[in-house]
């Protein structure tokens, strides 16, 4: 287990580092003692609207927590719908669509309380569609991860076979349809 | 060797492996004589197999039973089969095989019945002789048998000699990998063979509670005391102590006594030939065995009995046929033996005969050369005849010959995936469109029970794959979820899960026979979609976001067919969401390039991203530009018409075209939502945006598109197709431009390459409000809303006039200020020659307390003494030391740019910026 976790470790570590340099492998990282790196991720286009929200990060089994859902845009004119959706087991009561006039503001919240009986990790799943006045229509997904409890994080379930590759680490062996002839 | 040493578990009973095999052959050749010889079976109709794991008994275990070739090494798997609970494996196929054989078990745990903890069981191996239905135990002094021949280096050898040996030593009549040991003590009552056997396997039990040694470590101690044919007389004492607790724990047993002592002496004759006088056990523990001495006949008038042989090579064949070999044991010494062999194909005439006197009771006969004899059944006729001419019995076994070659076998057959189709009116995924396409370039092996790769290729471009294996092997064919070429072109790309400690994809068939004829065998990788959910495995979607980079790739190796991609790691899961946090839980937030990689989302129902090629295409795009080009741009979220930093605007643009280009398609889609049922789209030809200029992805990506293309509209009469494209993206003279990547520094460096198109880029440009020229876009006067972005550098020199360099979020609202247009201003500075240079910034306006930092290029590098990041406010120092060539400087308000930043709090501040001689 120690040799699994230094792996994740490292993972990770080499994820940051590259999401704060710009270019070439290179160049610098931050100097020591530096400001908090920006997110150098190069991510897919969609919706100009940024997402964020006040959630604490730990929800007890069966306390409802209300959580403050902000949607940033910069749009002059136009609507957005946001609609929620959730894992199995994690109650939400925020009444589904929202919609938002993108001319009034540049910044628009909502309210939502989620609560889950069991422990484990949820993810509520936020969907934002813009329709601009021109009828072009943007969109972007957005997700919170809701942990309830103390336990282990959701069991990330595989149903697949895994085996080791003599070449090095590890398989995921998929099941697949064989057609056979001799 | 060292005694063994006390440990503190007993185990009273020890692994033993049996297995059965029944058929309707009719019954095979024995290789092992005791004065009888055996059946022969000419044609090998297949053995169903069966295997008693047992070591109290073993649970779960896993048996696979191998060839041994000619050379005495492991071969070819014959079949493997998991132990049941009472440790009994069934082989269900039959084992169309005969010869030397290895049974290896491993796995599985066993209640040790001293303390009742469930222990590991150790691996345990034996080689035996399979030629008919047979039923074969293993245990550790098979494995110990074993582990002696195969440091010899010929796992033949165990069966040859060391079974007999090990048999001996241990007072085990027969055969060790026959005789099934009596399974409880309480069963003993007459002292056969298999009594012999409990009782040895007891021994080895009491050794491991006497010990703190494990099963494993007493068998390989014993292995390597015996390596030199004898016990050391440390070993023998221990031995004999183990020996005394047994018989004294049977004490109210007499005849069990007897047998411990008979073991004991069994043992002890087998010490070390240099101890052997000087230390013996007579059986009652006494040193001194003189009156136990026998007479010794003055006049031998009995002839040799009690010899054995076995192992004669079986089956023999075209490899092996010059090195045929017997084993004899038990043997007497002095005595001469004869030995001859027929054969049925030459009329049962001697086909090879020879002799020799015996100097150990077992020894081996080798190197017989059977390659004249004809094909059929051999038989070995052997006798001894002793010094006083008193001739022993003949003993007779039997084996086969056939010297037909034995081959390959082809498997070949096609890999297919889903894709699943997409409605390029919403970008939704459309399921009643789902069909099985080829997958293309990717690597399929065929490996066998153990999964050790057997022979590998590549799929062809209709997803073809051909490989030869061994005939009568068991494989199974894998296809890899990556493409690795190693040719005029090259690459290396995978698809792992993130989530599963970056494992690989792998598509996986059925173990199955090669048999004696070749074998098609196709898979096709499903979606996982059902009708209304995926609720089986979405095997095909690594594949389908491979076959995305192949047709990217394909596209490039078109115009230029040599070119070297470097490693590119993809990582996709179905539990990667629109969360952002932990990637191994696949909290990754979107789908994403980084270094290298690129993430890609599979949330069902949330986000799903494999079978949106637009988007596949676009990361690869970045990945092009970061690894086989230059790319200065900062990342960060955009959409189409956001105002962005001109590095940000460009890259993200070359995404979108790159990934209409490539598929030839510039309507760009991507699903989501519930059942994946929604999306959205935009297209890429489309040259009228609300946002155009240097900062716009929109005019990024149409320029770029409508130079490819070949549709001539509105300003486009451009059809240049992607080689002058690719071309400028790896020209050395792009990568080391002193200028940061834009539009502009490509625009400037296509005219160079195609002099004749500067009208038709004029052109383009002129239709995305972009007027500059050069690749600092002089004379550009599209400031994008805020005056301060122009000119793009302001050119500063050592101790000349100060430049002023602004900071702006107006673009902030609704993204975050990192990659804003005005979020950041550029200073171009030349040094004529190495020389130590002040940078001095100031603030000149804006309210509040600013934090202007500073980093200084050059070709698009940079390093970290180059980063200026103190937190003074308003002010900012550098000192340092430049060599000759020219600099970018660029000069943000951390306030305004820091990605917690909070838009439209802050109005614009502006700095002064001084370079003086150092």
């Known amino acids: ?182 | 060797m060292k005694p063994y040493l006390p440990i503190a578990r007993l185990s009273t009973a020890v692994c033993t492996l049996v297995l059965l095999a029944s058929c309707g052959g009719s019954g095979g050749s024995s290789n092992s004589g005791s004065g009888s010889g055996g059946t022969t079976s000419n044609a090998i109709s297949g053995f169903d197999v069966s295997a008693n794991f047992i070591k109290g008994p073993v649970s779960g275990g896993f048996c696979e039973l191998f060839r041994v070739d000619s050379n005495g090494s492991r071969s070819g798997s014959l079949g493997a089969s998991g132990a049941s609970v009472e440790g009994l494996a069934l082989f269900s196929d039959p084992i169309e095989y005969s010869g030397t054989l290895l049974i290896q078990c491993s796995g599985g745990t066993y209640q040790d019945e001293a303390t009742g903890f469930t222990l590991n069981a150790p691996e345990t191996r034996a080689v035996a002789s399979l030629n008919s239905d047979s039923e074969f135990v293993v245990t550790p002094f098979t494995e110990m048998a074993f582990q002696l021949a195969e440091a010899q280096g010929d796992l033949g050898s165990s069966l040859t000699g060391y079974n007999h040996l090990i048999a001996g030593i241990f007072g085990i009549d027969g055969d060790i990998t026959r005789v099934l040991p009596t399974a409880a003590i309480g069963d003993i009552e007459e002292g056969t063979e298999a009594d012999h056997y409990l009782l040895a396997l007891l021994l080895l039990s009491r050794l491991n509670a006497d010990s703190p040694s494990s099963v494993r470590e007493i068998v390989t101690g014993l292995v390597d005391d015996l390596a030199d044919d004898g016990i050391d007389s440390d070993n023998a004492t221990v031995i004999s102590a183990a020996l005394e607790t047994l018989a004294s724990d049977a004490s109210g047993n007499e005849f069990l006594v007897e047998l411990y002592s008979a073991l004991e002496t069994a043992i002890i004759s087998h010490l070390d030939d240099s101890l052997a006088d000087e230390e013996t056990s007579c059986g009652d523990g006494e040193t001194d065995c003189s009156e136990n001495d026998e007479p010794v006949d003055e006049v031998d008038q009995s002839a040799p009995i009690g010899y054995s042989i076995f192992g004669l090579t079986n089956p023999i064949n075209l490899a092996n046929q010059s090195e045929v070999r017997f084993s004899v044991d038990d043997a007497e010494v002095g005595a001469s033996y004869v030995y001859e062999l027929y054969s049925s194909a030459d009329g049962q005439n001697v086909v090879l005969q020879g002799s020799g006197t015996v100097s150990a009771s077992a020894f081996n006969v080798t190197g017989l050369d059977l390659s004249q004899a004809g094909d059929g059944v051999i038989e070995l006729r052997f006798f001894l005849t002793d010094e006083a001419n008193n001739q022993g019995q003949t003993l007779t076994v039997t084996s086969n010959k056939n010297s037909d070659p034995v081959g390959n076998v082809a498997i070949s057959g096609i890999v297919t995936f889903d894709r699943v189709g997409r409605n390029s009116i919403n970008g939704a995924l459309d399921y009643n469109d789902i069909s099985a396409e080829p997958a293309r370039g990717v690597t399929v092996e065929a490996v066998n029970s153990s999964g050790t790769e057997l022979a590998s290729t590549a799929t062809d471009s209709n997803g073809q794959y051909h490989l030869e294996v061994t005939e009568h092997t068991y494989v199974r064919i894998r296809a890899r979820a990556e493409m690795i070429s190693n040719d005029v072109a090259s690459w290396n790309l995978s698809v792992k899960d993130n989530t599963n400690n970056d494992a690989l994809y792998a598509l996986q068939g059925d173990l199955f026979s090669s048999g004696g004829e070749d074998n098609v065998r196709s898979l096709n990788a499903g979606s996982g979609w059902t009708g209304a959910a995926y609720t089986n495995t979405r095997s095909a979607a690594p594949f389908a976001i491979l076959d995305t980079v192949y047709k990217v790739m394909d596209k490039f190796l078109a115009v230029h067919p040599d070119i070297n991609f470097p490693k590119l790691d993809i990582f996709w899961s179905r539990n990667n969401n629109s969360a952002s946090s932990n990637i191994n839980q696949g909290d990754i937030g979107t789908s994403y390039y980084s270094s290298g990689s690129f993430y890609i989302l599979g949330d069902e129902d949330g986000d799903t991203d494999e079978y949106d090629e637009h988007i596949i295409a676009h990361e690869w795009g970045h990945y092009f530009e970061d690894r086989m080009s230059r790319s200065d741009s900062i990342g960060g979220s955009h959409s189409l018409n956001d105002r962005l930093d001109m590095r940000v605007a460009f890259g993200e643009g070359w995404g979108n075209a790159i990934s209409a280009i490539a598929l030839d398609d510039p309507v760009y889609t991507d699903s989501s939502g519930p059942g994946q049922a929604f999306g959205f789209t935009f297209d890429i030809e489309e040259n009228d945006h609300s946002t155009k200029g240097w900062y716009s992805v929109a005019s990024a990506q149409s320029i770029l598109y409508d130079i490819y293309d070949n549709q001539s509209d509105d300003a486009d009469t451009l059809s240049l197709g992607l080689s002058p494209i690719y071309n400028i993206f790896i020209t050395p003279d792009y990568i080391n431009t002193d200028y940061l990547t834009s539009i502009f520094v490509f625009l400037d460096k296509l005219g160079e390459v195609i002099p004749g198109s500067a009208a038709g880029i004029g052109a383009l440009a002129l239709e995305q409000d972009i007027n500059g020229t050069g690749p600092d876009g002089s004379g550009e006067t599209n400031n994008g809303g805020i005056a301060e972005t122009l000119p793009l550098y302001k050119n500063v020199s050592v101790d000349g006039a100060s430049v002023e360099l602004c900071s702006n979020e107006q673009y902030g609202a609704g993204k975050d200020n990192h990659n804003i247009l005005g979020g950041r201003d550029f200073a171009f500075l030349e040094i004529a020659f190495t020389q130590s240079v002040e940078i001095v910034i100031n603030k000149v306006s804006g309210e509040g307390a600013r934090d202007p930092d500073m980093t200084i290029w050059k070709q698009g590098q940079t390093i970290e003494d180059w980063i200026s990041e103190s937190p003074d406010e308003d002010h900012e120092t550098w000192n340092g030391q430049l060599s000759s060539g020219n600099y970018v400087l660029e000069v943000y308000d951390y306030n305004i740019t820091n990605e917690k930043a909070v838009p439209g709090t802050l109005e614009p501040a502006c700095f002064e910026l001084t370079v003086s001689t150092g």
């Open chain 1, 1 to 182: 287990m120690n040799s699994i976790k230094t792996l994740i470790l490292l993972g990770i570590y080499a994820v940051f580092v590259g999401c704060s340099s710009s270019e070439s492998p290179d160049q610098a990282i931050e100097s020591e003692g530096a400001k908090e790196a920006s997110s150098q991720t190069y991510k897919k286009p969609g919706a100009a609207v940024r997402f964020d929200h006040n959630y604490s990060g730990q929800t007890e089994p069966g306390e409802v927590e209300p959580v403050v859902l902000t949607f940033a845009e910069s749009y002059e004119a136009g609507t957005m719908t946001i609609s929620v959706d959730a894992d199995a087991g994690l109650a939400y009561d925020l009444a589904l669509p929202q919609l938002f006039d993108l001319q009034s503001a540049d910044s628009h919240e909502l309210e939502i309380n989620v609560s889950a009986p069991t422990e484990g990790r949820y993810y509520l799943r936020i969907f934002a569609e813009v329709l601009l006045p021109d009828g072009q229509m943007e969109r972007r997904v957005f997700g919170l991860a809701v942990q309830v409890g103390a336990t282990q994080d959701k069991a990330i379930t595989s149903d697949e076979k895994t085996d080791r590759d003599f070449r090095g680490g590890e398989l995921i062996l998929l099941p697949v349809e064989e057609n056979r002839k001799k």
